[in-house]
């Protein structure tokens, strides 16, 4: 099969002389820094870049245009994604895939970096094991819950967005003597509620990893105000609660009987101005892609560990999962008290 893998992630080394991006999935803040990488680092090795704009979809309708430096020049700082993304049902089947790899084809493209979250690199895999088309991932989501890196383009800013906003109700819940569940991102990870309940102080956290009682977190709280803690605040996993967090505020304020109330941060996370750490991580990755493909990698995410990036193949995305650091929730349980 044109552009196969090697087990060490590297394919037969063939001459890179046209590369294609895009971003796939929900936006997250960075996601234009990874872009401008992408574009200019070919653009320093001589190899011609095209975009592809609405992901997936936009690949499959052909909607893709060349592109220079200049193009991606004051993105850096923008959230969001200057080439815009969308849900393609198409993609999901075999023929979907086969059209999109004969749209790349036509604009004789060569391989194709895909920035997004776990689903879209699988996609991306899939791509390359059916047609043929060399693919390299970076893993663009907020919620870092992408297996083989440390941390994903986007994750930094959405906490930092978490913190801020509950430092601001901190002073509410303080003057008005209340408790506050603050419901962030997470269908089925918890990572942000995890980091940002520990940067805010919270009282409890929620996370769809460990379900606690709503018995088990009402008493956390009523310990809490006998311990002379008169306001308090619960940062919640979107995909923590069953019913979700206004459920879980009545039943609390009927165990409790302590007066409740919920801000859910909801898609603000995802907008804003990405953080210095984002965009390093994404100029950083893009940089590593490019010259990964042009040494012949493929079928592979470049991701971040201690010691630098790494290659992490694609179809391991799929087997394998990235747990939550249940040291940082004892932490948070002790530093609670």
Request: with cysteine.
């Amino acid at each position: 099969m044109a552009g196969g893998v090697r087990h060490s992630g590297y394919s037969i080394l063939m001459q890179l002389k046209h590369l294609g991006v895009l971003t796939s999935g929900g936006d997250a803040p960075g996601m234009n820094a990874a872009i401008r990488a992408v574009v200019r680092t070919a653009n320093y090795e001589g190899i011609k870049t095209s975009v592809v704009y609405r992901g997936y979809q936009g690949l499959i309708d052909g909607d893709i245009a060349e592109v220079g430096p200049r193009a991606v020049a004051n993105i850096i700082q923008r959230g969001g994604t200057m080439l815009r993304t969308a849900r393609c049902d198409a993609f999901l089947t075999p023929e979907g895939r086969a059209t999109a790899a004969a749209r790349l084809r036509e604009h004789e493209v060569d391989a194709l970096v895909v920035i997004g979250g776990d689903g879209s690199l699988q996609g991306a895999g899939l791509l390359q094991q059916e047609q043929g088309i060399r693919v390299i991932g970076l893993p663009g989501t907020i919620d870092n819950d992408v297996y083989g890196t440390d941390v994903t383009i986007g994750f930094n800013t959405a906490m930092n967005v978490a913190v801020d906003a509950i430092d601001r109700l901190r002073d509410t819940a303080a003057s008005h003597d209340r408790i506050f569940l603050v419901e962030v991102m997470g269908r089925n990870s918890g990572h942000i509620a995890l980091n940002v309940g520990v940067a805010v102080g919270a009282e409890a956290i929620l996370i769809p990893e460990q379900r606690p009682s709503v018995d088990q977190v009402a008493e956390a709280l009523v310990a809490a105000a006998e311990r002379g803690k008169q306001s308090s605040i619960v940062v919640v996993a979107e995909g923590a609660f069953e019913g979700g967090s206004m459920e879980l505020q009545r039943q609390i304020e009927d165990i409790a009987h302590q007066e409740v109330r919920t801000s859910i941060l909801g898609h603000m996370q995802r907008g804003g101005t990405p953080t210095t750490r984002d965009r390093v991580l994404a100029s950083r990755l893009g940089f590593v892609a490019v010259h990964r493909l042009k040494e012949g990698a493929s079928n592979v995410m470049i991701g971040v560990d201690r010691r630098g990036s790494s290659l992490v193949p694609l179809q391991e995305l799929g087997r394998r999962h990235k747990d939550i650091d249940w040291k940082l929730l004892e932490i948070a349980r002790v530093l609670a008290t």
